[in-house]
Nanobody, 124 residues
């Protein structure tokens, strides 16, 4: 497992942008696939995006394609989620997750390392 710390959440107006960061502790970050999930009040935790250990492959929730971009910098042990054209329905707690994998896990149950989450609130 790896320790994950999210940052970059906050309050933003609809149409604005935020970039979330997920910093990982450990020397084997580049062996981990990474992902962001989000959970709105009263709803299940859903996948936002996932990225392979190399960063060459990504997967996105269909509804978020084109607005959100997941990337990673293995030299900095950090993954980034760029969120553009934010909508009030994007309001949620965003969680970073990691899994030692050569592929791109996309299910919550696939991941064994989780951050504590960062709140994103989009006002209308």
């Amino acid at each position: 497992q790896v320790q994950l710390v999210e940052s970059g959440g906050g309050l933003v107006q609809a149409g604005g942008s935020l970039r979330l960061s997920c910093a990982a502790a450990g020397r084997t970050f580049n062996r981990y696939a990474m992902a962001w999930f989000r959970q709105a009040p009263g709803k299940e935790r859903d996948l936002v995006a996932a990225i392979s250990w190399s960063g060459d492959s990504t997967a996105y929730a269909d509804s978020l394609k084109g607005r959100f971009t997941l990337s990673r910098d293995n030299a900095k042990n950090t993954a980034y989620l760029q969120m553009n054209s934010l909508k009030p329905e994007d309001t949620a707690v965003y969680y970073c997750a990691a899994k030692s994998s050569l592929g791109i896990p996309t299910l919550m149950s696939d991941f064994d390392s989780w951050g504590r989450g960062t709140q994103v609130t989009v006002s209308s």
